[in-house]
């Protein structure tokens, strides 16, 4: 497997390390709650401010069933992928 594989894959695991609550296959608000300040601390600011946290709930969930797909949570890893580029140019 090449190193992109591998992260890919990362990517996959912390989706489905996150659903354990709920429907199968998809984040709620709560359990991205929890994954937020455990994956992205350093990446997004405030990740335990409840108005951040519905902010980017709402910004995924983009068919607004109050859950967040595995394609709505990819938004979510372009987001944090296009940050941390962002960030290898201010250094």
Known sequence: M??????L??????FHN?????H???VSKG????????ELA?????????????????GLDANQDEQVDFQEFISLSAIALKAAHDHTHKE
């Not at 090449?2 to 992260?7: A, C, H």
């Not at 350093?42 to 709402?58: G, L, M, P, S, Y």
């Open 42 to 58: 350093n990446t997004i600011k405030n990740t335990r401010d409840k108005a951040v946290i519905n902010k980017i709930f709402q």
């Open 31 to 38: 359990e991205l709650k929890q994954l937020l300040p455990k």
């Open 2 to 7: 090449t190193k992109l594989e591998e992260y």
């Open 18 to 22: 996150s659903v354990w609550m709920g």
């Open 24 to 26: 199968f296959d998809t």
């Open 9 to 14: 894959e990362g990517i996959v695991n912390i």
